[in-house]
């Protein structure tokens, strides 16, 4: 069992910034795909971005392009968003998320094997 908590999670006004941090437990996290999800009050669970094993590869939604950057450290099992440029429809419940698979939807909630609890970011006007 991979465990995930997320941190950085708080209210920032518009156009700042906040860095969303995940530590993973057990030494599996290099072999994990990474990811970040969000989801807003009475809304699906939506993709924010994602980063492969050795982070050569990065995913992003199209709303946050070129605000958002995801980034990994496996020596500390640790996965990053840094959050830029923030607007208020960005307020959600972050989640950090994880798939062991080989092959996957870098986009689907079903390819992923692990769940963090959240954190909130709340983006004032």
């Known amino acids: 069992q991979v465990r995930l908590v997320e941190s950085g999670g708080g209210l920032v006004q518009a156009g700042g910034s906040l860095r969303l941090s995940c530590a993973a437990s057990?030494?599996?996290?290099?072999?994990?795909?990474m990811g970040w999800f969000r989801q807003a009050p009475g809304k699906e669970r939506e993709f924010v971005a994602a980063?492969?094993?050795?982070?050569?590869?990065?995913y992003y939604a199209a709303s946050v392009k070129g605000r958002f950057t995801i980034s990994r450290d496996n020596g500390m099992n640790t996965v990053s968003l840094q959050m830029n440029s923030l607007k208020p429809e960005d307020t959600a419940v972050y989640f950090c998320?994880?798939?062991?698979?080989?092959?996957?939807?870098?986009?689907?909630?079903?390819?992923?094997?692990?769940w963090g609890q959240g954190t909130q970011v709340t983006v004032s006007s």
């Open positions: 998320t994880a798939s062991a698979s080989l092959t996957m939807t870098m986009n689907a909630p079903g390819s992923y094997d692990y």
């Open positions: 057990r030494g599996t996290f290099s072999s994990l795909d």
């Open positions: 980063i492969t094993r050795t982070g050569s590869n990065t």
